[in-house]
């Protein structure tokens, strides 16, 4: 993994964050404290401009994946959605004063829905650039420590800096156009950088037997596919809930400083300044709590903090909001970064699941799609959900910062910012409560691939859980001689009780050996087809076409790259690694027993047949 990719990489969050955060934060306001528009009017124009969005993000998904130019797929829309992007976040805080009441509803209106257009351009191809730039596990974890330290620097720049300057400049209409083009400045240099950094050498690699169906990949298939991946969709269940949350929270912070508080745009840049500062010194922090406890619960220990952060707001004394304001935002910090570290780092790895299936090539632009839309989605939500009850508690819109507001706005504003998203945050958790089914169960369900071991599982409650059969990785050639790994439904065992998954194959032979870290076998390929089964340390397995695939304790993989380069082999870490070599028949490696038993055993004498056996449930 190139060092200018990652800095690319990272420089492509920074644009995008600055971008997200100056307009979420700044622009619903300006709209009711600045230009007077009613605060259920503004929040349907957000609405409005944000569904939109969400309807272009697949749109767009599918677009980038069709298109092939010499810079690659994804890397010209980088240029393109910067530079509308600028101009739109320029036409947002800069309305021309001669304007009636009306016409400063349209510009608004048309100035949302260029810079939701400008956003869905630069965004989408961004995100589906990540696989690219590397397929290692591990490296990607470190990847997106730098997605979230550019995310964080740019957040900060938006919600910090910006802040501190309207409070210098007064905070009005003058003020914000001014810092528009400042922002716009930044937008268009960060898009220009990222494209430049990040070289499309990465995006060429293709999916192994990948003959061009890319550019008649339908919106229809693409949906399909998200539909059957079991992880992403649970992961966009878990992000629908928390960013519904978010969204309304993060509407209410600039009007609960204002006029829950009373407090300056200064006070407001302060919080954000604590919470940016505590993303990015958090990230080696989450990386060691996911190498250790694993993504998903890393995630939910990451939205579980962040709940107690939000809650943690309805507690702020209103005569004396400091410091607990920059206390509150700091921890915060602490639970977005864990949040941020997680949901990309688990998008990339349901990326790989969707790259594994043969009949669906190239959907990493999809996938990021929908991902992107679940958050315009959300921000719709949240954004309609503030306005709605800042509409019930009486909200009065002003051409000014200084209307004094009713008793009943107080209230609202702080349902809005710490009830109501606390508890969306704990309903998210819900979506996890499993782990994806990417690392489980790879040594029993090899095991009884290999029928050296009838282990029967799962109640009829469970059985809609399991996956539709015994799933593992493969190391196979190409027509070009170099080898790929993709993944392999095994056969299923005929006659085997519908509510566990068993398949049970010829062996020929096993063998168990250990071997110290450090050993590696250079380019090799398999005589015979066998599977190859972890069972202490970890292993690197070098592929032909330049990739690289972490093996740990519990994973498998099915070597039946028989002819041309082969893989490499290396044992890393810092334990000696233990390894199952199980060989299968040449001619045929997946040909299934009829069953269990030992050949020519009478059934009567064969233990398998007169196993009793309860499951959970029963």
């Not at 605060?39 to 298109?67: C, E, F, N, Q």
């Not at 500062?277 to 890393?298: D, N």
């Not at 935002?329 to 997680?342: D, R």
């Amino acid at each position: 993994m190139k060092l200018r990719a990652m800095i690319g990489w990272s420089v492509g969050s920074f644009t995008s964050a600055a971008l997200v955060g100056a307009v979420s934060l700044l622009h619903m306001r300006f709209m009711t404290d600045s230009l007077g528009i009613a605060i259920g009017v503004a929040g349907l124009l957000v609405v409005l401009s944000k569904v939109y969005d969400a309807i272009l993000d697949p749109l767009m998904g599918v677009a980038s994946d069709r298109t092939k130019t010499p810079w690659g797929r994804y890397r010209p829309y980088l240029v393109a959605g910067a530079l509308l992007a600028a101009v739109s976040v320029a036409m947002l805080f800069n309305v021309p004063s001669g304007l009636a009441h009306g016409g400063r509803i349209a510009w608004s209106c048309l100035s949302l829905l260029i810079y939701s257009t400008a956003y869905t351009m630069f965004r989408i191809p961004y995100l589906a650039l990540g696989r690219a730039i590397t397929q290692d596990f591990d490296e990607r974890s470190k990847l997106m420590t730098f997605s979230v330290i550019g995310s964080s620097i740019g957040t900060m720049a938006a919600t910090s800096v910006i802040p501190f300057l309207l409070a210098g400049f007064g905070s009005d209409r003058s003020a914000h156009a001014l810092l528009a083009w400042l922002v716009a400045a930044f937008v268009a240099t960060g898009g220009i950088a990222t494209f430049l950094l990040i070289d499309s050498e990465g995006e060429a690699e293709s999916v192994p037997n990948d003959t061009g169906d890319r550019a008649h990949f339908t919106l229809a298939q693409a949906w399909r596919a998200v539909a059957a991946n079991r992880s992403f969709r649970a992961l966009i269940g878990f992000k629908v809930v928390l960013f519904s949350g978010l969204a309304l929270h993060g509407a209410a912070i600039p009007y609960f400083t204002r006029h829950v508080l009373h407090a300056t745009d200064f006070s407001l840049g302060s919080v954000f300044l604590m919470q940016t500062l505590a993303m990015m010194a958090s990230q080696p922090v989450w990386v060691r709590i996911a190498a250790r406890v694993g993504r998903r619960k890393g995630l939910i220990m990451a939205a579980c903090m962040e709940m107690v952060a939000i809650f943690a707001w309805f507690l702020v004394p209103i005569g004396q909001p400091s410091p607990w304001l920059q206390l509150i935002g700091g921890f915060e910090g602490l639970a977005l970064g864990g949040i941020m570290f997680g949901l990309y780092t688990m998008l990339s790895d349901t990326m790989d699941q969707a790259r594994a299936a043969p009949d669906a090539p190239g959907q990493d632009g999809i996938l990021a799609g929908v991902f992107v839309m679940v958050e315009k989605a959300t921000g719709a939500l949240g954004t309609f959900l503030f306005s709605a009850i800042m509409a019930w508690a009486g909200f009065i819109s002003a051409s000014d910062a200084g209307t004094v507001q009713p008793t009943s706005v107080a209230t609202g504003i702080i349902a809005a910012i710490a009830l109501i998203p606390a508890v969306a945050a704990l309903l998210a958790c819900l979506f996890l409560r499993e782990a994806p089914v990417r690392r489980t169960g790879a040594i029993a369900a090899v095991l009884l691939a290999a029928g050296l071991v009838a282990t029967p599982h799962s109640p009829a409650q469970a059985r809609e859980r399991l996956p539709a059969g015994v799933i593992i990785k493969r190391i196979m050639a190409a027509a070009d001689g170099k080898s790929y790994l993709d993944e392999i439904t095994l056969p299923p065992a005929a006659g085997s009780d519908p509510a566990a998954l068993v398949s049970r194959l010829y062996t020929t032979d096993t063998e168990i050996g250990i071997s110290p870290p450090g050993t590696f076998i250079d380019w090799h390929r398999v005589s015979t087809p066998r599977l190859l089964i972890v069972l202490k340390g970890e292993m690197e397995i070098g592929t032909g076409d330049g990739r690289r695939y972490r093996l740990r304790a519990g994973d498998a993989a099915l070597a039946m790259d028989l002819t041309g380069q082969g893989h490499t082999s290396r044992m890393v870490g810092r334990v000696p690694v233990m390894a199952m070599t199980v060989r299968l028949g040449k001619d045929d490696p997946l040909r299934s027993r009829a069953s269990s038993c030992p050949d020519g055993m009478a059934a009567q004498d064969c233990v398998a047949n007169n196993l009793s056996i309860q499951r959970p449930g029963q």
